[in-house]
């Protein structure tokens, strides 16, 4: 049985299955599956979470939500599920490990979007969301985390030392950022000692810079 009871949330919303089904981007069957005790994938669960959904009057664990959507905080009233619903089509494209060898661009999901998955992000204005492995990014982002990237112009502003994805022709790294040792270049780095650091050029027509503007831990 799924610790989140997905037949209350859609009540509590007053949607049908095949409307919440919209909202989180899956088939109405798999609503109907979910709502039988059927297993939640992490990513949906994480996300579901994120943006309050699941809010209950028993619920009172607000630690996972940002400060905005928090009772404890005195934002929003206890017990209130409807306030979430802005969040629910503020959806974006799950990356996919065996994706990031592919060049991500602005027309990248127009031409391959269809086949992710999406997920909800808990910020607007995301491009594309991923989940960490074996990145060396922590603690502030933990392997098996899902991280979300909006598209950023290096050349108006970089924020240095913070975790950006940046597409190249050979595909995706995720790395922290940092001025390189020459005028125009970056240093990309992690704490993991066996990836060495590496220089690239800021301004390049084929390479193209996100910024990690959240991050969802799986537990």
Not at 9 to 31: D, F, M, N, P
Not at 66 to 80: A, F
Not at 203 to 217: G, L, Q, V, W
Request: glycine share 8%; proline share 7%.
């Amino acid at each position: 049985m799924n610790d989140l009871d997905i037949k209350k949330l859609r009540k509590s919303l007053k949607l049908t299955q095949s409307e919440l089904a919209e909202k989180l981007g899956v088939h109405y069957k798999t609503i109907q599956n979910w709502e039988k005790g059927g297993t939640i994938p992490e990513s949906k669960k994480a996300s579901i979470r994120n943006i309050g959904i699941l809010l209950s009057e028993k619920n009172t664990d607000y630690s996972h939500l940002p400060d905005n959507m928090r009772p404890d905080k005195g934002v929003v009233k206890e017990g209130e599920i409807g306030y979430a619903l802005p969040y629910l089509s503020n959806q974006v494209y799950l990356l996919p490990l065996s994706a990031r060898p592919l060049e991500i661009n602005r027309s990248h999901f127009q031409q391959f979007g269809d086949s992710y998955e999406r997920v909800l992000s808990p910020v607007k204005g995301a491009d594309f969301a991923t989940v960490l492995s074996d990145d060396g990014l922590g603690p502030e982002f933990p392997d098996g985390s899902i991280v979300f990237f909006k598209h950023i112009d290096p050349e108006l502003f970089i924020e240095w030392g913070k975790v950006h994805a940046i597409s190249t022709k050979n595909g995706l790294i995720i790395k922290r950022l940092s001025p390189g040792s020459q005028p125009g270049s970056l240093l990309c780095s992690c704490s993991d000692p066996q990836f060495n650091p590496f220089e690239i050029p800021r301004n390049h027509p084929d390479i193209h810079f996100f910024k990690a503007i959240a991050c969802t831990s799986i537990k």
